[in-house]
């Protein structure tokens, strides 16, 4: 079945950087589409950056473009997230999927997530 395994969540001071990744098994990688999504207490699931299949598009969100970027290793199966300039308002659970398209509704499979908290 397919897994996916977040890590690199942790707790950083305002204006630090995070990278998160994210390891896929359980079906070929390289044929899918990745996202990242993050979940904050008592708000709805956000979606943040996604990335096609090659790595060759990619999109994000307004509340991170120039923030954070997203890519992707298909040797290793794992998609990341580079976090800089992070904000007390990015704390929340980060959860990545994986899917057919760059479109927020379009994801399939989804990690447990990892737990990102900024401090002020």
């Known amino acids: 079945q397919v897994q996916l395994v977040e890590s690199g969540g942790g707790l950083v001071q305002a204006g630090g950087s995070l990278r998160l990744s994210c390891a896929a098994s359980?079906?070929?990688?390289?044929?899918?589409?990745m996202g990242w999504f993050r979940q904050a207490p008592g708000k709805a699931r956000e979606f943040m950056a996604a990335?096609?299949?090659?790595?060759?598009?990619?999109y994000y969100a307004d509340s991170v473009k120039g923030r954070f970027t997203i890519s992707r290793d298909n040797a290793k199966n794992t998609v990341y997230l580079q976090m800089n300039s992070l904000k007390p308002e990015d704390t929340a659970v980060y959860y990545c999927a994986s899917g057919y398209g760059l479109g927020p509704d379009e994801y399939d499979y989804w990690g447990q997530g990892t737990q990102v908290t900024v401090s002020s």
């Open positions: 359980g079906r070929t990688f390289s044929n899918y589409a």
């Open positions: 990335i096609s299949w090659n790595g060759g598009s990619t």
